[in-house]
């Protein structure tokens, strides 16, 4: 199953509502994750089940999205959210990811 | 606090073997909960799966690397290693260990991630 994001980049200020797509190329029902990776870290689960919020990420992220479409939202744009993201699904082997968002300053 | 630590050559010659193991700490590699896996990722590019495995014994390998890959567990150290044969330049990457949870339901998730390690393949 192949994933495509879009877009592969984007500059935003503080404060900017932020839209991240993630497009499977055959339908996962919910079976997807979001990952926040920062330069020279791994990656930081954000959120699974296509909208679950993992425990202790801030509210500002949520996820939507079922079948071959989904979304990550940041409300307010953090200084600390300057960073790459990935969507990946996990509804069957071999498990793949995203090709990744940046997200940098405007 | 379940912790993952990666540990290993720094550098691989190239057509030798690849050869690192993950310490879990904080959490039993034996728990019939969890699957642990490895995913790599070349210098400014993306994240890919190698492959996953539960302490039982199943092993799920990415079709792209089977031919070269192996995962194995040692329960009595709470380790499980990354094996890759035959490495290239196209090899050189940092490598995460990490743990899945819930595989088989929506739910399934990399929780728990390893700080990495960046293996480069050079004579």
């Known amino acids: 199953i192949q994933l495509t994001q879009s877009p592969s980049s984007l500059s935003a200020s503080v404060g900017d509502r932020v839209t991240i797509t993630c497009r499977a190329s055959q339908g996962i029902s919910s079976y997807l994750a979001w990952y926040q990776q920062k330069p020279g870290k791994a990656p930081k689960l954000l959120i699974y089940a296509a909208s679950t919020l993992q425990s202790g990420v801030p509210s500002r992220f949520s996820g939507s999205g079922s079948g071959t479409d989904f979304t990550l939202t940041i409300s307010s744009l953090q200084p600390e959210d300057f960073a790459t993201y990935y969507c990946q699904q996990l509804n069957s082997y071999p498990l793949t990811f995203g090709p990744g968002t940046k997200v940098d300053i405007k | 606090q379940l912790q993952l630590q990666e540990s290993g050559p720094g550098l691989v010659k190239p057509s030798e073997t690849l050869s690192l193991t993950c310490t879990v700490s904080g959490g039993s590699i034996s728990s019939s909960t969890y699957y642990w896996g490895w995913i790599r990722q070349p210098p400014g590019k993306g994240l890919e799966w190698i492959g996953t495995?539960?302490?039982?014994?199943?092993?799920y390998y990415n079709p792209s690397l089977k031919s070269r890959v192996t995962i194995s567990v040692d329960t009595s150290k709470n380790q499980f290693s990354l094996k890759l044969s035959s490495v290239t330049a196209a090899d050189t990457a940092v490598y995460y260990c990490?743990?899945?949870?819930?595989?088989?339901?929506?739910?399934?998730?990399?929780?728990?991630w390893g700080q990495g390690t960046l293996v480069t393949v050079s004579s």
């Open positions: 990490a743990r899945l949870i819930n595989w088989g339901y929506s739910t399934s998730r990399f929780d728990y």
């Open positions: 495995f539960y302490y039982s014994g199943s092993t």
